[in-house]
């Protein structure tokens, strides 16, 4: 021990269990080893320990309109709740807790949250709230939300639960590649929608935050069905190799282009964009293989087309493309998009085109809070104007930089 320097008197400390330790303790001692069915009778006891009842675990569907009750022994399972029109969905866009009063007592619905990543909602009734219960169950909740997303890998149990229609192979083929729909730090935010949920097949999105470098792509592979979806695959498995070697992004797109024609042959192709953004300062970095230019918004606005050179499509072999870069200002937003989003048209009628998009990205911009609102709200809102039909896939990836820095959250108060 270095000289002067005191060792801590443990007398002084008092580390024994108390009744929130010892409570979301059970969770963390059992969660190991506990089977993925057991969770949901755990949960209930646990809410029970504090005078909750009637516990209901609530999960996105895989379109994003629906929480759907998980069922369980001891759950109270009712019946699907809107994400638009609800006090469960409210709780679920904003990520915080919403108390709503009920005759014999307060009916609590707290957001269940993978990181900053919404999984779904956990309902409970109480005779009556104070602060201790509202800080005790939010701790209690991100407990839940941690044992749902570790044990969904080891189950059918939570994915039965929120599809509610028939889904292509295809389809499941792209929902498991993805990465979490929604991220968010103190510095940037990030958040993507994929449709047709249930029959996507050839569009995918990756990202991955390695110190104060946020890479991400989309992908857009040629054709339908299982074809689509297995390119879509190389392309993002691909893409993350690439990515994780540390190299350029022009060596990124040769790396993606030769794994592509290697395996597929040249008639194949998939359209890309991989982008590069320093959270720390704002300096975005992107290649475009393709895809439609993204849009920058700014103050709730569409500015401009994020407009640069372009290259072939992956797997072309296109020659060494140029990286666009620019410079963004805290609070700019950049929305990413498959060209079926924009492309999608009644036989014989003008396609859906950009302006359309730019004219509701500003509506929904201005009515929404929050990357994952905007871009699940524009998303629906698009199909409803498409006439609520998807002929190609349309995938929406939206970014937004917010700057500062994150170091306070690694000191204790």
């Given at each position: 021990?270095?000289?002067g320097?005191?060792?801590?008197?443990?007398?002084?400390?008092?580390?024994?269990?108390?009744?929130?330790?010892?409570?979301?303790?059970?969770?963390?001692?059992?969660?190991?080893?506990?089977?993925?069915?057991?969770?949901?009778?755990?949960?209930?006891?646990?809410?029970?320990?504090?005078?909750?009842?009637?516990v209901?675990?609530?999960?996105q569907?895989?379109?994003?309109?629906?929480?759907?009750?998980?069922?369980?022994?001891?759950?109270?399972?009712?019946?699907?709740?809107?994400?638009?029109?609800?006090p469960?969905?409210?709780?679920?866009?904003?990520?915080?807790?919403?108390e709503?009063?009920q005759?014999d007592?307060?009916?609590?619905?707290?957001?269940?949250?993978?990181?900053?990543?919404?999984?779904?909602?956990?309902?409970?009734?109480?005779?009556a709230?104070?602060?201790?219960?509202?800080?005790?169950?939010?701790?209690?909740?991100?407990?839940?939300?941690?044992m749902?997303?570790?044990?969904?890998?080891?189950?059918?149990q939570?994915?039965?639960?929120?599809?509610?229609?028939?889904?292509?192979?295809?389809?499941?083929?792209?929902?498991?590649?993805?990465?979490?729909?929604?991220?968010?730090?103190?510095?940037?935010?990030?958040a993507?929608?994929?449709?047709?949920?249930y029959?996507?097949?050839?569009?995918?999105?990756?990202?991955?935050?390695?110190?104060?470098i946020?890479?991400?792509a989309?992908?857009?592979?040629?054709?339908?069905?299982l074809d689509?979806?297995?390119?879509?695959?190389?392309?993002?498995?691909?893409?993350?190799?690439?990515?994780?070697?540390?190299?350029?992004?022009?060596?990124?797109?040769?790396?993606?282009?030769?794994?592509?024609?290697?395996?597929?042959?040249?008639?194949?192709f998939?359209?890309?964009?991989?982008?590069?953004l320093?959270?720390?300062t704002?300096?975005?970095q992107?290649?475009?293989?393709?895809?439609?230019?993204?849009?920058?918004?700014?103050n709730?606005?569409?500015?401009?087309?994020?407009?640069?050179?372009?290259?072939?499509?992956?797997?072309?072999?296109?020659?060494?493309?140029?990286?666009s870069?620019?410079?963004?200002?805290p609070?700019?937003?950049?929305?990413?998009?498959?060209?079926g989003?924009?492309?999608?048209?009644?036989?014989?009628?003008?396609?859906?085109?950009?302006?359309?998009?730019?004219?509701?990205?500003?509506?929904?911009?201005r009515t929404?809070?929050?990357?994952r609102a905007?871009?699940?709200a524009?998303?629906?809102?698009?199909?409803?104007?498409?006439g609520g039909r998807t002929?190609?896939?349309?995938?929406?990836?939206?970014i937004?930089?917010?700057?500062?820095?994150?170091d306070?959250?690694?000191?204790?108060?």
């Amino acid at each position: 021990m270095p000289q002067g320097e005191r060792r801590p008197d443990n007398g002084m400390m008092d580390r024994s269990e108390g009744f929130g330790e010892r409570l979301l303790g059970v969770l963390l001692d059992r969660a190991h080893e506990m089977p993925p069915q057991l969770i949901a009778p755990l949960i209930a006891e646990e809410v029970a320990r504090v005078g909750g009842r009637d516990v209901s675990i609530l999960l996105q569907d895989y379109g994003q309109l629906m929480l759907v009750p998980l069922p369980g022994r001891r759950l109270t399972v009712g019946e699907p709740e809107p994400i638009d029109d609800s006090p469960s969905g409210r709780a679920f866009l904003q990520a915080t807790t919403v108390e709503v009063p009920q005759s014999d007592g307060v009916r609590m619905y707290l957001p269940l949250l993978d990181g900053s990543d919404q999984v779904g909602v956990m309902a409970l009734t109480l005779d009556a709230v104070d602060d201790d219960d509202r800080r005790l169950l939010r701790r209690l909740a991100g407990l839940v939300a941690d044992m749902l997303v570790t044990k969904h890998s080891y189950t059918d149990q939570f994915f039965l639960a929120r599809r509610r229609e028939p889904m292509s192979v295809a389809a499941e083929i792209q929902w498991s590649l993805l990465p979490p729909l929604a991220m968010s730090v103190p510095q940037a935010a990030v958040a993507g929608i994929l449709e047709p949920a249930y029959s996507v097949a050839g569009d995918s999105f990756d990202y991955a935050l390695n110190e104060d470098i946020l890479h991400l792509a989309m992908v857009d592979a040629m054709g339908h069905g299982l074809d689509a979806a297995t390119m879509a695959t190389i392309a993002v498995g691909a893409y993350r190799h690439a990515r994780r070697a540390s190299i350029g992004l022009s060596e990124i797109y040769a790396f993606m282009d030769r794994a592509i024609a290697e395996q597929f042959g040249p008639d194949h192709f998939v359209t890309a964009q991989m982008m590069r953004l320093d959270i720390a300062t704002g300096h975005l970095q992107w290649v475009n293989a393709g895809h439609p230019a993204p849009l920058l918004i700014r103050n709730h606005q569409v500015i401009r087309q994020l407009a640069g050179p372009t290259t072939l499509p992956v797997g072309f072999g296109g020659e060494e493309p140029e990286v666009s870069e620019r410079m963004l200002q805290p609070g700019d937003r950049v929305l990413c998009f498959t060209d079926g989003l924009i492309e999608e048209h009644e036989a014989g009628e003008e396609q859906f085109g950009e302006e359309q998009l730019i004219d509701w990205v500003n509506r929904i911009e201005r009515t929404e809070k929050g990357v994952r609102a905007v871009v699940r709200a524009l998303s629906h809102a698009l199909k409803q104007q498409r006439g609520g039909r998807t002929s190609d896939d349309a995938t929406l990836f939206l970014i937004e930089w917010r700057g500062g820095a994150a170091d306070h959250l690694a000191v204790l108060e």
